[in-house]
C-alpha cells in the first residue's frame, strides 16, 4: 500500500448506528486530518493530530469521535449521526517541521445517513 | 485569519483550448499556496505549490501558476486542455500546520 488509505469507501448507515472509519497513511508523516467535503461548500477541517496529540477541533460535534493510536492511523468514530452529516469524509497527513507541509489525500469514504 | 476565494465556480473549456483558474487569498504574512485536483469519486491530489523564490510554478500534468502578492492571487493555467483535465480544482493557503481551502472549480471539458 502507498500513499494514504481509507476504509470503508462507501457507508450507508441508520441514525442509531455505531461505525467507524479508518484511515492509514504509509508516508512517515507525523500529523493526521480528518476532513468533511459536503456538496457546493469548501472543505471543513474537523481534526488534526500532530504527533498523536489532538491539535485541533473545529467544534464538531461530540457524535463524531476521532482516535489516532499511532502516527500512521486514524480512525473517526460515528454514533447517533444525522442526515446532515452525510458526506464525503477525507483524511489526509503530512509532515510538519517548519513552515507549511502540503498534505496529501485519501481517497475518502463516501457515507450516507438514513 | 486567512481565506480563499475561487470566483468561478464552474469553468467549461474546449479541449486543445487553455485554461486559466482564479484563486485569491487573505493572509497577513507570506502565503504558503496551493492547488488541488479532485477527480469525481477521488481524494485531492496537489498540482503545485507555492512558498517563496520564483512566483512562476510548474506542477504536475503540464499545470502552472503564478504568484502575484499586489493582486494576492494564485491563478492556476494550463496551455492546452486534455479531457481527463476535467476535475474539480481547489485552491489553499496554509498556515503552519493547516490548510484554507477555497469553494473549489469545477472544469468541464467538451471535445
Known amino acids: 500500500e502507498t500513499g494514504v488509505t481509507q476504509t470503508p469507501r462507501h457507508l450507508v448507515m441508520g441514525m442509531t448506528n455505531k461505525k467507524s472509519l479508518k484511515c492509514e497513511q504509509h508516508l512517515g508523516h507525523n500529523a493526521m486530518y480528518w476532513y468533511k467535503q459536503s456538496a457546493k461548500k469548501p472543505l471543513e477541517l474537523m481534526f488534526v493530530?500532530?504527533?498523536?496529540?489532538?491539535?485541533e477541533n473545529n467544534s464538531v460535534p461530540s457524535r463524531f469521535s476521532p482516535e489516532c493510536p499511532n502516527s500512521s492511523h486514524l480512525f473517526l468514530h460515528l454514533h447517533t449521526l444525522q442526515p446532515e452529516d452525510s458526506a464525503l469524509y477525507l483524511c489526509?497527513?503530512?509532515?510538519?517541521?517548519?513552515?507549511?507541509?502540503?498534505?496529501?489525500f485519501g481517497p475518502g469514504t463516501r457515507l450516507t445517513v438514513t | 485569519a486567512q481565506s480563499v476565494t475561487q470566483p468561478d465556480i464552474h469553468i467549461t473549456v474546449s479541449e486543445g483550448a487553455s485554461l486559466e483558474l482564479r484563486c485569491n487569498y487573505s493572509?497577513?504574512?507570506?502565503?504558503?499556496l496551493f492547488w488541488y485536483v479532485q477527480s469525481p469519486g477521488q481524494g485531492l491530489q496537489l498540482l503545485l505549490k507555492y512558498f517563496s523564490g520564483d512566483t512562476l510554478v510548474q506542477g504536475i500534468k503540464g499545470f502552472e501558476a503564478e504568484f502575484k502578492r499586489s493582486q494576492s492571487s494564485f491563478n492556476l493555467r494550463k496551455p492546452s486542455v486534455h479531457w481527463s483535465d476535467a476535475a474539480e480544482y481547489f485552491c489553499?493557503?496554509?498556515?503552519?500546520?493547516?490548510?484554507?481551502f477555497g469553494a473549489g472549480t469545477t472544469v468541464t471539458v467538451r471535445a
Open positions: 493530530y500532530n504527533f498523536k496529540e489532538q491539535t
Open positions: 489553499a493557503v496554509g498556515n503552519d500546520y493547516k490548510l484554507s
Open positions: 489526509a497527513s503530512s509532515q510538519v517541521a517548519q513552515g507549511v507541509a502540503e498534505q496529501y
Open positions: 493572509y497577513g504574512a507570506t502565503p504558503y
